[in-house]
Each structure stands twice: as C-alpha cells, then as structure tokens.
C-alpha cells in the first residue's frame, strides 16, 4: 500500500518518494520491519498465551530429555512469524504482482492449515492433531493451486537464456527478447543446465507440452508437500527450524534477486524471470520474521512455533522455488529437511518389514534424526534391535545440535549458490 501511495506523489515531486521504487530499499525496510514486529509483537504474544495457560501439552520425557524444561512454554508461535511477514509485504509489497500474491495465498493457506492441528493439540488435549489426511489435503490443495496459476496466468513468463559463441570461441549469454511461458527448471551440474519438463514427456507426441505442464503441476505439489512437512519435522528443538529457515531464506532470496536481474541473470546463465523481484522483498520479511522469532525461540525457547509456523515456512519455501524455477535445488539447498524425512521413512518402513518376520529391528536410536543425536541409551525400548545403536557414541545438548545443523545448512546454501557457476 505504501508503494503505491509514493509511487502516486512522485508525481508532485515529492522529495524522496522516488526511492520507494528501488527494490533494495523496500526489502531493507521490510527487513527490518519484520524484525520489529517480530520482537515487539513476540512479547505480548507470549504474554497473552502465559495469561491464559495455552501451552504446548507435555513432551515424552523418553523423546526429549529436557522436555522437564519446557513444560508450560506457549506453543503457536507461527502466528508471530505469519503476522510479521504479512504486514510489511502488505505495506511494502506490489500487490498486483502475481507472484506476491500466491506467496500470500500460500502462508495464511498454510498458516491457518497448522493453526487448526494446533488448536485440535491444545484445546482438543488430542496429541495426534489434525488427522494426517486433513492437512495432506491442504497441503495438495495449495500446492495445485499454484501449479495451475503459474500454469495459466499470462504475468507467469520468462525469458529464456541461450548461450552464443562469438569469435575468439568467447561464450555470451542473452535472453530471448520476447517473455514466454516455459516448463524449464534449473538443474545443477550440467553445462545446459536447464531441463524442460516437456522434453520429459515428449513420448506424448503433439500433447507433450500440454503433459509437460501437467507433470510440472503435480511437480509443484510434490514439493510443497515434501518441503512443508520435512520444516514440520524439523521442527523438533529450540530454535532448530527456525535458523535453517533464515539460512534458507537467504539464499533463496539471492536466486529470487539473481532471477529478476537480466544482467546478473546473464552472468550466472539463468532464465530471467520479470517481475519477480516482488520475491525479494517477500523473502526479506520472511527472512526477518523467522530471525526475530529466535529471539523468544532460541534455547531455551519461551515459544514454539508449532505446525501454525512450520507447515507455513515450508510451504513458503517450496513455492518461492517453484516461482523461481529452482525447485529442483532444494535437494541440495533443504538438505536438512530432506535427511530428516529420510530418515522417518527408512525407520518406519523398515520396522514395519522387520515386523513381518516377526522381529523388531529399527535403524536409528530415534527419528526424525536430530533426536538420535540425543536419545539417552537408557531410553532405548529394550524389545527392539537398534542397527545403529552405537552412533552417535554419546548425546549432546539439544542447543549443541541445534548450532550443529545451522553450520549444516550454511554449508548446504552456499553450495547451491555454487552450481550456478558449476558445471
């Protein structure tokens, strides 16, 4: 709103109602917006939860250890990320941009998906939640939702980047000079790095375009629900979920950037996506918001964010990507959401055959896998086989692992900024 009120007295020549125009400026401002209303909103927030006796209901000791320590602690937090992130963009933001828009549908659709399983765990004193169905449901849902739009919405284009060699065998990028709808997506490692999903389906003979943006439709569904709730499982320890989202976010937020620059899309040879900037000042706020919510969250946490914030930021990821035409980057770049997922499916997938033969053998101490890191030996179920109960040799505190898995996903983020020039 405040975009368009100066971008309408720059016509009066008002000083300094030019600078709204400049993205730098309104993703700094939305930055540290979102950090202010994180903080000053994250206090009173807990405050009122305290009041009231709303808290997360008691962890398993046999899970967490130090689950004595939270006991009471208000759950929910997710509100304080989704309000501090939809302010500024409202107020910073261009609304009639296509991809802010879905970036919006996506966190209150999302949000309000983990406000109900919340609300079912602490009012309902139901532990399981919103059943799994429901918010695979939801889940799905959005995910189609945006799928179908980039999918038919004339603003969703690109221009696709082709590479000329000039004499002295010297290589220039460009872009096509007319905006298009595409199925490419970055793929990392190869020279053309770009895969085209149409060329995936081209045993579909004249249809293959048309299949091209079916399998690009149930793509994007795949990745905001695996990106959404590995966040969720992720969201196990203080501060956890939260810092690899921030780190996540700043690269994102480089692509986002990268993309919506046709000279720096040039340089790094990646389709140039207009208007896509829009993203930067969204990512900015989110970066924000998930930072100033460590605040309140970091150990030991006088918040949780709950699935109101997990399933939200995940969400929020998955689909930035998918904008972006990235999505096939997250493998490297949520490394630590896909591990966790991982190894949910391993130890549940194996005991389940294990069982069969009439034994109970698990992988892992305990999933997802940061818990293994600090599961005691003495709460291990002694009718179970452990494949790996030697590893880790002993457990660590939660705050150490928690820091461990940041230096982690930095690793991971500067390594998928590092495939755009590898190849």
């Known amino acids: 709103m405040l975009y368009y009120l100066f971008r309408f007295l720059e016509q009066f020549n008002i000083p300094g109602a030019h600078i709204w125009s400049y993205i730098s400026f309104r993703s700094l401002l939305a930055l540290i917006m979102s950090l202010l209303i994180s903080a000053w909103f994250g206090e009173h927030f807990i405050r009122w939860m305290k009041r009231r006796n709303i808290s997360e209901t008691a962890r398993d000791p046999s899970i967490d250890p130090f689950g004595v320590e939270k006991k009471g602690v208000p759950t929910m937090g997710g509100i304080i990320i989704i309000v501090s992130i939809l302010i500024p963009v409202l107020l910073l933001g261009r609304m009639r941009n296509i991809y802010l828009i879905l970036m919006i549908i996506t966190t209150v659709w999302l949000g309000f998906l983990g406000f109900m399983d919340d609300y079912i765990k602490i009012f309902k004193k139901n532990k399981e939640g919103l059943k799994g169905i429901y918010k695979i449901i939801g889940q799905v849902s959005i995910g189609f939702i945006v799928g179908l739009t980039l999918w038919l919405s004339p603003d969703a284009v690109i221009r696709e980047n082709v590479s000329q060699v000039k004499q002295g065998q010297e290589i220039v990028i460009s872009h096509k000079t007319e905006p298009v709808k595409s199925l490419q997506t970055t793929i990392p490692f190869f020279k053309n790095h770009n895969l085209n999903y149409s060329n995936i389906m081209s045993f579909c003979g004249k249809y293959k375009t048309a299949a091209g943006w079916i399998l690009f439709v149930i793509m994007t ?114 490394g630590i959401f896909f591990i966790e997922s991982l190894s949910v499916i391993i130890q549940t997938q194996w005991f389940k055959i294990q069982k069969r033969k009439g034994k109970r053998v698990r992988v892992f101490r305990a999933t997802p896998i940061h818990d293994t890191f600090r599961r005691l030996d003495s709460q291990l179920d002694a009718t179970s086989t452990y494949i790996l109960k030697g590893w880790p040799k002993r457990p660590f505190h939660e705050s150490k692992i928690t820091s461990r898995f940041w230096i982690i996903s930095i690793i991971l983020a500067a390594l998928t900024i590092i495939t755009l020039k590898v190849r």
């Open 221 to 334: 569904i795949v990745v905001v629900t695996a990106v959404s709730n590995g966040a969720n499982l992720n969201d196990g320890m203080d501060g956890m979920c939260a810092g690899n989202s921030a780190i996540i976010g700043v690269a994102l937020m480089i692509f986002a950037y990268v993309s919506s620059h046709i000279v720096y899309a040039a340089y790094f040879d990646i389709m140039y996506i207009p208007h896509s900037e829009e993203l930067v000042v969204f990512l900015s706020a989110f970066i924000g918001a998930v930072v100033g919510f460590l605040w309140y969250n970091a150990y030991p946490a006088q918040v949780f964010m709950g699935d109101t914030g997990s399933l939200t930021i995940g969400g929020i990821i998955g689909v930035c990507a998918i904008i972006i035409h990235k999505e096939l980057m997250l493998i490297t770049l949520c």
